[in-house]
C-alpha cells in the first residue's frame, strides 16, 4: 500500500470524534475511507486458516527436552529423533516436514504461547472469542475480518475486500455489518455463465451508475477468474487435501487481482472432530498436520511461482491448545495456549516468544503470554494497513513478525 | 429470421414536487403526471414485490389511487389465506426449524393477496433486527413474524409494546433476563437507538431508566414471562418524563417523541421511496407530525404512496432491489413458482437470510446490496432460475407467459418481455439480445428464457 493512503487512513481515523463504537465497527468510519482512492491492484493480502477443534500445540511445536513433556505424554509422546528441529529444544512434528523447510528459507515464523485471558475451554465461546476478537462474552453481531471488510470498502470500487473458500458454512470470522462476504466453495461462482455488454445512455442516477460500473468489473473479473478457475490443483503442485484445494483456489483469488484483501480457509471440518481429540489422537493429528504443513507449503510455492509471495500472509488459528496430561484415552484435554503459525514472503522469520512453562500451568494447560489480537493487530495494521484499534476496539501492542 | 423490435420508448414519469405541500397530495395523472405501465410497475414493486402482467394489466385500469386501495384493503379473503399458511408454517417451524420458516415465508410473500402487509413486515423484521440464531427455536421466530405482520400497519405503540413482551426479541437482544438487580442496557439501548429514537437523541441515563422500566420480563422455556418481584417498581426519568414507568409505557413514550416521529418517517422515505436521497425535514415534518397526532403506521404508508412524490422522477428507480425483490419480482412477472427452500440459500448467498440480520441496524441494504461478488452471483442465480432444467425445475417458462398474454411469435414474446420485466426503461437493443438468445436457444421457449435471462441482467433491472 503506497504510503499516501496508509497516512490518508491513519489521519480519516485519527478523527474519530463522529465514530461509535456501539454494536461493531462505525458505518461513518467507512463513509470517510470512502474518500480515500482505491489502493493498487498489489495490495497485501491475509490469509487466514482456521484450525477447528483446539490443536495439542505441544505435539505441533514439540519441547523434546523438557522432562515434562516427556512424562506427560505416556502414549502421545513423539521420539526426539524424528522431529524435524527448529531449536537446541524445540522441533516440528514429524509429518511437519514441509514446515522445517519453510521456517529455514525465512518463509515461516511461530508465535508461541498465544493465548487470551478469560478463556472458558469451551468450543463455541472460544471460537467466538478469536472470531469476534472479544474475549469476554459481549454483544459482538461481527467478526474481525468482517469489520477489516467494512473499512476495506470502496463504494466507488465495490470489489471483493474478504471472502472465504471452503465447504464448511463461513466462520463468523468474516461476518461483516455491511459488506456481503461470499462464501465460495469455488472461484466458478464468480464466473458468469453468460454475459454480454451494458450499454445506455449517460444517466443522472446514482444508483444506475454504481450498478453499471460494477457491472463492468464483474464482467472483467469473470474474464480473468474463468481461465484461472478451470485450473487444477495438482497441476500446481498441490497434494490431494480439501484444504489443499481451497488454498489453490485462494491463490487464484489472489493472482485474479480483485482486490481481494482477506481470505479465510479451515481444516478440521468445522465441527466436532477435527482437531478435538480426546481419544486416540496420535493417528489423527497427523494426518491433520501433515495436510497443514503440506498444503500450505504448496501454496507458498504457488505464490512464488506467480510471484505474489511478498504480498501474501498466512497465519493459523486454533480456539485453544491442549492440555499437557493425556486423559486416559490416548487423548488430551481442552487448554489454553497453543503456538500460532505464519507463513509468507514478508516475515522475519523464526521463533516469536518463548516456549511457555511445562511446570507453571493452568488447570493442567500452559499459560499464555501473548494475546492473539496482539497478532491481529500486526497483520492488520503494519500489515494489511488498517487501522487495527478501529477492528479491535482498543489498542494491542504489535508483535515484530514482520520483515522491516 | 430475426424480426428487429422497435427501440424502446423513454420511460414517462412526473417531475420531482415542487414544494412539500406539493409532495404528499395524492397523485392524479394528467398533464405531465402519467399513468402508465412503467409506472403501474413501480407502485407494485415498491408496495409488494413485483407482479405479473394481469395484475399490471388490472393496475392500469384502476388508476393508481384505485390500486392503492386494494393495495391497502384488499378484495381477495385475506383470512382463509392467512389461516391455511399460518397453519403451514406452524407445522414447518415444528417439523422442519428456521430453515423451513424461511421457505414458507417467502412462499407466503409469493402467494399472499396482501403483498403490502407482507412488504411491511419485513420493513419492521429489519427494524427489529433480532439475531435469530439466539432463539433457540423456530417456534420462537414464527411468532416473532405473526407478531410484526399483525402491527405492521397498525398502531406502533402496540407493536412496540408487543415487542417488549416477545421471546425473539428479548432473546435476539440479550434481555431474556431482565433482573431488578441488573437492568439489561443492550435492548434498552437498541429499543432507543435502532428501533425508534435514532443516534444522538437520547443519554446514557434515558438508556439506563428504560432498562428499569423492562425489569421482570424473562423469557423462560420459549415463551415471555413477567416476574413481579424482579420488576423495579421505583420511579424512572425517561426522557423528561418521570413515573413508575412499565415496558407499555415505556413505547408510549418512545412514540410521543417528535425524534421516533422523524427517524420512522425517515425510514419509511428510503424503504418506499428512494435509498440515498436524503429527505429534507421540511418534507418529513408533514410525516411525523401525523405519526405523532394519529399512532397509525398504515395511514403513513398510505399517504407516502398516495403522493406526488411517490410518483416522481424523485422515486422511480432510486431504489437498489434488495436480493428478495429481485428474485421474486422475476418469479411473479413470470407467473410461476420455484423451490423456496433453494431460493432461501440463494438469498443468503446474496446478503439477505431473514431472521440473520448482520447487525443491530438490521441489513445495510441501497448500493451495498450490489458488489462485484453479489452481481455475479444475481446473474447466476436468473440463469439458474431461467435455465428450465436443474435444481430450480422449469416452471418458470417465459414463452409460455407471453403466449398467455396472446404473443405468439418470438419477436412480439420479446416485446413483451421487455415490457413486463423493463417497461422501455433500459436503453437497450433488444432485437441483438434476441438475436444472441436465438444463438443459445434452439426452441421458442429456450430461446425466450434466454432472452429474459439478458434482461434480468440488464443494469436498470436491478433497480426497484
Redo the contacts between chains.
Sequence with gaps: MPASRRAFLKASLGASALV?F???VP?LLARALAAAPRAPERDTVLVVVQLTGGNDGLNTLVPFTDDVYGRSRTTLRLPAAQLHRVSADLGFHPDMQEFRGLFDQGLLSVVQGVGYPGQDRDHGGAMRAWHTAECAPG?A??GWLGRAADLA?N?DS???PA?FVGSIPRPFAL??????V??LRSLE????????E????PSD????Q???G??R??RA??LKLEPLARQEGAAAGYPDFSLAADLHQAARLIEAD?GVRMVCCELGGGGIGGFDNHANQLGNHCALLRQLAESVAAFIRDLQRIGALPRVLLMTFSEFGRTVSENGRRGTGHGEAAPLFLAGGGLAGGLIGSHPSLVDLVDDAPKHHTDFRRVYATVLEPWLGFDSKAVLGSEFAPLPLLRR | MVHRTPPCRAPEVAPAPASPEQAWLPYQPGDGRPWNLGVAAHLLRRAGFGAGRARLGQALEAGPQGTIDALLRPEADTAAFDRAFDEHEGRAAETGGEAALRSWWLRRMLETPHPLQEKMTVFWLERAAA?GARAGEARVLLEHVRLLRQHALGDPRTLLASLLRDPAMLLGH?GEAGRRSRPNE?LA??LL?NVTLG?GNFSPEDVHEAARALTGGFVQGGRYAFVPREHDAGVKRILGREGNFSGDDLAGILCEQPAAAESLARALYRWLVA??DEPERALLAPLAEAFVREHDFGQLVETVLRSNLFFSARAY????KSPLEYALGLILALEGMVSTTELAQDLA???QELFRP????GW?G????????????R??LA?DLLRGAGRYGDRLDPYEVARRHGCEREDSAARFLVDLLLQGD???DAGA?LQ?AQE?GGNPAATLR?FA??LA????Y??A
Design positions: 461509535s456501539t454494536g461493531g458505518r454483544g453481531q461481527s470498502w463504494p465495490p470489489g471483493v471472502a461476518s461483516a455489518e455491511e459488506t456481503v461470499p462464501a461462482e464468480l464466473v458468469l455463465r453468460e454475459t454480454e451494458h450499454g445506455g445512455a442516477n446514482p444508483l444506475l454504481h450498478v453499471r460494477v457491472d468489473r464483474a473479473n469473470s480483485l | 439475531d440479550g443492550r439501548r437498541h437507538e443516534p435509498d440515498e428507480r432510486r431504489k437498489i448467498a446474496l446478503g448482520p447487525s443491530a441496524r445495510a441501497g448500493r451495498r446490496w450490489i458488489d462485484e461478488a453479489t452481481l455475479a452471483r446473474h447466476n440463469a433500459a436503453d437497450l439480445l444472441a443459445a434466454a435471462r439478458a441482467r440488464v443494469p436498470e436491478q433497480l
